[in-house]
């Protein structure tokens, strides 16, 4: 019987949210290099302490719903967060939108000056999925304003990273991206525009806490510091809410 | 904008998503078509020869073959997009010649499944060609028949059951392929929308009652492939075949 | 018909074929010798079945064509050979009679050879539409000689068409076999090791051994020779060749001419006038010094002894009568007690009854 319980603890400690109290963090795609940097900043907190997955909204909210042990979900918009509240999961007072996304138009062998390209544009321009990605309503929406003088064909991706390789790749000479994209990239600023944040619905990216830990505490401490949102602004992403913490 | 999940919506979705949802059908139906009737021309011969040839370099081929068994479809896919990017020489070639990307379009959907089922077509049949024996052919030989004819009125008929088993078995992969496409498919509806992909979309809007009903009729689909090929495989569709197996 | 073929060939295995083969007449050539011995291969190569590689020297020429040297090779498809396995080889898929129409559409040459006779000889008729895998083995062996004439080939090639059949199947086939013999004038190229099929059948015999051809020669002659050890046991036999006199139907034999000599067997189909081949079993002959005055045994015929051979219990006697050849087996004390010798007269005891055809 002795024997039994030793192996049961041990068995127990070697599930990792029980033993060393990482915290386990789904991020949607677009946003995961920022959080990466921002986890390398967070005072008096080692990095390994966390443990991310990136990978596209829906897929994580799926995931969370059927039982995937994450303890903070950053989702790419605010349905998921709300949806997971539906379902009785998730801390409600914790959902927040901790960035506002920017949508950009990436023309990386553009050679003509941009109206142009808006009136003698015919072809596929590659977007996100306006269905289920925030980014890719944001582009649908941009489009339906009349930019451009032909309507072009959407070439879809599932989210806004496949939507970016498809133009990377050389495959789409045209596609809406976001902005914190190209900044990571360092591509150079002649050849993307930025549209009118009011041209469209704001991409409110939102977090909710699933499972409390000290980790996830400290790190959504440090979005909303200063240092943390001058981190999350460099990376293309605009901050605050009207909400329960601070606006900027 | 909070996507509800009470039953109206989801029957209003229901009954909006079959329209398109048919059309992913048809997609796949033409894909799934096309490519096995594509490899029944390509692949017939190759397997033809690597299951008689005695050269050193059927050795080299047969795993090259088989090498879409184990890659994963993604990477499969990631190299696609690369090779089909205008900026190498196949996709410049290709928009040339036709003012459109291999991305994002039936056509390189069409090469990509052929990669990615290639290994089930040739595989069963390569098989049922090596189990011929070898005494038959050399009596049809003597008996005044060439190569082709060899081929088509002795190794042909004593085929059948190989030859059902790579086209079923073609069909019901392609048809359940998902990880190119959504690689390269760029999601156009009526061309690179298959079913796999709209069940995805499903998924991903939270649609889970079209995804069960697409999803299930996956199932049933691939259910009723395996017991056609296990039918196949007993015999009862084939019994000449049995004749020759070389025992 | 002139078939010319010299042959170097090696496998890997060890096994090496070296020899040179020479046909030049129609009917039945035989190509005797122990499994192992080369038989098949010689066969496959002719057919063009096995290429050789390129240290192997192959030659062969028929009727002046060329059908393989260093240079080139005749596909097996477009040599007019026509092959009998011993396993057969019917396509499953097809009917007997699919199986000949099969080989009819693919005739090499133009023939007078009906598919209905050949039905007829080989007595198919009722298995016309069997599928193959029923067949019994005498019945398939006889579908696939039959597959191979209506095919029309130029040689016809036996691989041990009777080793799987039982005697009365084999019997049957060797009986079809003489037919094709007689109305066809295809020559057939004929391999086995089993010495009682070759007497029956051969018009020429060539031994091999160990991959090369080292005797030749018509089957009388190689029926008598002690050379070759064919004189082994029972399967001994002269072959010798008579003309029919007469029927007897009273006393139901036929009484045929052997050299000068009259001979008796049990009644033939076979006009008078027509030359019929005998087997004789040395062990069916005896041999006595003076003609016996009244004696059960029809036939008896004077011959001189030619040569003997003595082996443990028994000697193998060759007596010359007239211009053929003859065996008798008798006991070494016989022997001893007649004082065999060459040049003695003596005088050769058949009994009617033993003689086959």
């Known amino acids: 019987m002795r024997h039994l319980s030793l192996l049961i603890v ?38 390994e302490q966390y443990q991310i997955s990136a990978g596209s909204s829906g897929l994580i909210y799926a995931q969370i719903i059927n039982g995937a042990p994450f303890d903070l979900f950053l989702s790419a918009d605010t349905e998921r967060p709300l949806a997971l509240l539906d379902h009785n999961i998730g801390v409600p007072e914790s959902l927040w939108v901790y960035a506002r996304g920017r949508l950009a138009l990436w023309a990386p062998k553009r050679t003509k000056p941009w109206d142009d390209l808006f009136n003698q544009f015919r072809g596929k321009l590659a977007q996100a999925n306006p269905n289920f990605a925030p980014y890719g309503r944001a582009a649908t929406q941009v489009l339906k304003t009349g930019l451009f003088s032909h309507q072009p064909q959407p070439v879809l991706g599932n989210n806004v990273a496949q939507t970016f390789n498809f133009i990377l790749t050389g495959n789409s000479s045209l596609g809406f991206v976001s902005l914190a994209q190209l900044l990571d990239a360092g591509i150079s600023t002649e050849k993307y525009w930025i549209p009118e944040p009011k041209l469209y619905d704001e991409i409110q990216q939102s977090l909710i806490v699933i499972k409390d830990t000290s980790g996830s505490q400290r790190l959504i401490a440090f979005m909303n510091s200063r240092a943390g949102r001058e981190i999350i602004h460099e990376h293309g992403y605009a901050t605050g809410q009207l909400g329960s913490h601070d606006s900027n | 904008m909070k996507l509800s999940t ?54 080299l081929v047969s795993p090259l073959i088989s090498l879409p068994l184990v890659l994963p479809p993604t990477v499969i896919g990631f190299y696609l997009l690369i090779l089909f990017s205008p900026d190498q020489p196949l996709g410049s070639f290709w928009l040339q010649v036709t003012g459109d990307t291999l991305a994002f379009s039936f056509t390189g959907l069409l090469i990509g499944s052929i990669i990615y089922s290639l290994p089930f077509y040739i595989q069963p049949l390569q098989v049922e060609f090596s189990n011929i024996d070898q005494n038959l052919i050399e009596a049809a030989t003597t008996l005044g028949a060439g190569p082709s004819d060899r081929f088509f009125n002795l190794v042909v008929p004593l085929s059948t059951r190989g030859f059902l088993i790579a086209t079923t078995l073609t069909f019901a992969h392609t048809v359940g392929e998902f990880g190119i496409v959504l690689m390269i498919g760029g999601n156009i509806p009526g061309e690179t929308r298959v079913l796999s992909i709209a069940l995805y979309d499903h998924v991903e809007t939270l649609q889970y009652a079209s995804a069960h009903f697409l999803a299930g009729g996956l199932m049933l689909f691939s259910f009723c492939t395996l017991i056609l090929i296990h039918i196949i495989n007993k015999g009862s569709l084939t019994m000449v075949s049995a004749g020759a197996r070389k025992n | 018909m002139n078939i010319q073929a010299q042959i170097e060939f090696t496998r890997p295995s060890g096994f090496s074929l070296n020899t040179q083969l020479k046909i030049g007449h129609p009917g039945v050539t035989a190509i005797y010798g122990q499994s192992g011995a080369g038989k098949s291969t010689l066969l496959r190569i002719l057919a063009g079945l096995e290429h050789g590689n390129h240290t192997d020297k192959i030659n062969i020429t028929v009727d002046e064509h060329i059908w393989q040297n260093q240079d080139q090779f005749l596909l097996p498809e477009k040599r007019a050979i026509g092959v009998v396995f011993q396993d057969q080889h019917l396509f499953p898929h097809l009917s007997v009679q699919d199986n000949l129409l099969f080989a009819l559409k693919r005739q090499h040459s133009p023939s007078s050879i009906s598919l209905e006779n050949i039905i007829a000889w080989f007595e198919l008729g009722p298995l016309l539409n069997q599928k193959v895998s029923l067949l019994s083995g005498g019945e398939s062996q006889r579908a696939a000689i039959a597959r191979v004439i209506i095919n029309a080939p130029k040689i016809i090639l036996m691989d041990e068409p009777l080793a799987s059949l039982d005697y009365p199947a084999k019997q049957r086939i060797l009986n079809c076999l003489k037919i094709l013999k007689e109305e066809f004038q295809i020559p057939i190229l004929y391999v086995s090791h089993q010495w009682d099929e070759i007497t029956q059948i051969a018009d020429e015999v060539q031994y091999i051994d160990s991959g090369r051809i080292t005797h030749k ?54 006009s008078p006038g027509e030359t019929v081949r005998l087997i004789i079993s040395a062990r069916d002959t005896s041999l006595v010094s003076e003609r016996p005055e009244a004696s059960s045994i029809l036939n008896i015929l004077e011959a001189t002894v030619d040569d003997f051979l003595t082996e443990d219990r028994t000697t193998l006697v060759r007596l010359h009568c007239g211009q053929q050849n003859l065996l008798a087996r008798i006991t070494r004390k016989s022997a001893d007690a007649m004082q065999i010798r060459k040049g003695q007269q003596l005088f050769a005891q058949i009994k009617a009854t033993a003689l086959t055809r």
């Open chain 1, 10 to 47: 041990i068995l127990l400690s070697c599930n990792p949210s029980i033993a060393d109290g990482k915290t386990r963090i789904a991020v949607a795609a677009n946003f995961q290099s920022t959080l990466e940097a921002l986890i390398q900043q967070i005072p008096a907190t080692l990095p």
């Open chain 2, 6 to 59: 009470n039953t109206a919506t989801q029957q209003g979705s229901l009954a909006h998503m079959t329209a398109t949802d048919i059309n992913a059908v048809l997609v796949t139906l033409q894909l799934a078509g096309a490519t096995t009737l594509i490899l029944m021309i390509i692949g017939t011969p190759i397997a033809w020869w690597v299951a008689r040839s005695q050269s050193w370099l059927s050795v």
């Open chain 3, 217 to 270: 020669g018509d089957i009388a002659t190689m029926s008598t020779s002690f050379e070759l050890g064919l004189y082994n046991g029972d399967s001994a036999a002269a072959v010798i060749y008579c003309k029919v006199i007469r029927q007897d139907s009273e006393y139901g034999l036929t009484q045929l001419k052997f050299e000068q000599n009259d001979l008796f067997v049990n009644q033939l189909e076979r």
